[in-house]
């Protein structure tokens, strides 16, 4: 069963704490993305990554940075945590670079007091 | 970016009803996707449309994508509790992956 797995799925962290989440597809896609998804807002792209080494901003990517050291694994940075970015994160790969057929994970829902 | 308008927000509807929801916008797509959400779940790809005019089924959910190309339907038929959750549209207009864009959600709730 193809998968996307994200390694937290519940976090809570303080204010100014560096903050790591990590995704890992066993499809061998080339195109991942991170995601952030707020009541009434819906998703919005953080960044995506197109290949090893390759990253692009989102939509919203202050306050965020992401690594792709290898093809399977995504992560998602937080330099300094903040209360207004507690949310829920969504990591997803897909075989498009457009990301159309979007293969997401569970989700990591990160709680900054 | 773009924007879609979803709607409704939420529908309460009893088991048995057969469900309506659309997505509407300004500017045009050249492909709709519709993803649901479970409950703590991620999303998962329902149904993804690619032509205008087009009608794809996949089981009691069918999907249109509008002849305008600003549009795209989603109609459930004969509701179960298990189609409870939340529904995105997204539409697509071109160039990387910030060229796809998410509706808000309708969220579905299923009275028994």
């Known amino acids: 069963d193809v998968k996307v797995t994200q390694s937290s799925r519940y976090l809570v962290k303080r204010t100014g704490e560096k903050v790591f989440l990590e995704c890992v597809q066993d499809m061998d896609h080339e195109n991942m993305f991170w995601y952030r998804q707020d009541p009434g807002l819906g998703l919005r792209l953080i960044y995506f990554?197109?290949?090893?080494?390759?990253?692009e901003k989102g939509d919203i990517p202050e306050g965020y940075s992401v690594s792709r050291e290898k093809k399977e694994r995504f992560s998602l940075i937080l330099e300094s945590a903040s209360t207004n970015q507690t949310s829920m994160y969504l990591c997803?790969?897909?075989?498009?670079?457009?990301?159309?057929?979007?293969?997401f994970g569970e989700g990591s829902r990160l709680t900054v007091l | 970016g773009q924007q879609l308008n979803q709607s409704p927000q939420s529908m309460f509807i009893q088991e048995g009803e057969d469900v309506s929801m659309n997505c509407t916008s300004s500017s045009i797509f050249n492909t709709w996707l519709w993803y649901k959400q479970d409950p703590g779940e991620g999303p998962v790809l329902l149904i993804a449309?690619?032509?205008?005019?087009e009608l794809t089924s996949n089981g009691r959910l069918t999907a249109q994508f509008g002849i305008t190309r600003k549009d795209s339907f989603l109609n459930i038929s004969a509701s179960i509790p298990s189609d409870v959750g939340i529904y995105f549209c997204?539409?697509?207009?071109?160039?990387?992956?910030?060229?796809?864009?998410f509706g808000k959600g309708t969220h579905l709730i299923i009275q028994p």
């Open positions: 990554s197109y290949d090893v080494k390759m990253k």
């Open positions: 997204a539409g697509y207009s071109g160039g990387g992956a910030d060229g796809l864009t």
């Open positions: 449309l690619y032509k205008a005019g």
């Open positions: 997803a790969s897909s075989v498009t670079r457009w990301g159309g057929e979007l293969f």
